[in-house]
């Protein structure tokens, strides 16, 4: 198959990682519907959704400003502000999604731990939206740097290049089954979504290496930066995780 796989359906082009982004959302909820309703949930529907409507408007806010800081480049051309409000990423999501729950719960005082029912459906999302990452190719800034390495693809520039969103493919997969099987263990609440959060940021902080970024602070981008914040935020979680494995 040729990248990018742009298709065409009665003579439009479709746009398959829009497609697919979509399919994400759909699907990633109806499968936290799916298991909130298999789950003793200890937060009452009322404070559930109100935990929903901030992770919402975070994971926008969040996407969106990390997606303008990923490329900081801004004219003040109708293109440009177009180009700037549809610029997102996942990484600005997550975190921002992550604030807007802690400050949704502290609105209403809602004192549980509410991330764990999120992170299989969160996982489940990511997964179907790579998906659409890597059949666009290099129409999406999620390809590599030129390598000679054997996992090398020719994403859609005639170069052989680090694919990336495939990476992540597999990264997701063995991440899903790996807290699918910690889950059976006795954890406390909240840890399982900390695990997913600490798991997924350090994997982005260090794949981001493999990326064309252009725009580096202190020979970092943007999304390690954001990264490195979000493992601070986690670190008593990971100083006990390491204490614990150390005991």
Do not use: W
């Not at 979504?193 to 902080?205: C, K």
């Amino acid at each position: 198959m040729k990248l990018p796989f742009e298709p065409v359906i009665f003579g439009y082009e479709i746009n398959i990682h829009l497609v697919l982004e979509y399919l994400a959302f759909f699907l990633g909820y109806r499968y936290y519907v799916f298991l909130r309703k298999r789950t003793n949930d200890t937060i009452v529907s009322t404070n559930r959704l109100s935990i929903i409507l901030g992770a919402a408007i975070g994971a926008f806010l969040g996407s969106r400003i990390m997606g303008f800081l990923e490329n900081p480049i801004f004219h003040s051309d109708v293109k440009s502000i177009l180009e700037l409000f549809n610029a997102k990423t996942i990484m600005g999501g997550l975190f921002g999604g992550l604030l807007g729950v802690e400050l949704a719960k502290k609105i209403i005082g809602e004192k549980e731990s509410s991330g764990d029912l999120f992170t299989f459906p969160i996982i489940l999302g990511i997964f179907i939206g790579r998906v659409g990452c890597f059949l666009s190719g290099t129409n999406e800034f999620t390809y590599g740097k030129e390598t000679t390495f054997f996992t090398g693809m020719n994403l859609g520039d005639n170069i052989m290049r680090h694919p990336i969103a495939l990476y992540e493919l597999i990264f997701l997969i063995v991440l899903f089954f790996l807290l699918k099987k910690l889950k059976t263990k006795n954890l406390k609440n909240g840890l399982l979504f900390q695990y997913f959060m600490i798991a997924y940021f350090a994997f982005r902080f260090f794949v981001e290496f493999l990326k064309p970024n252009y725009f580096l602070i202190f020979g970092i981008s943007s999304i390690q930066i954001l990264c490195l914040i979000c493992l601070l935020y986690y670190n008593k979680t990971i100083l006990n995780l390491f204490v614990k494995n150390a005991s």
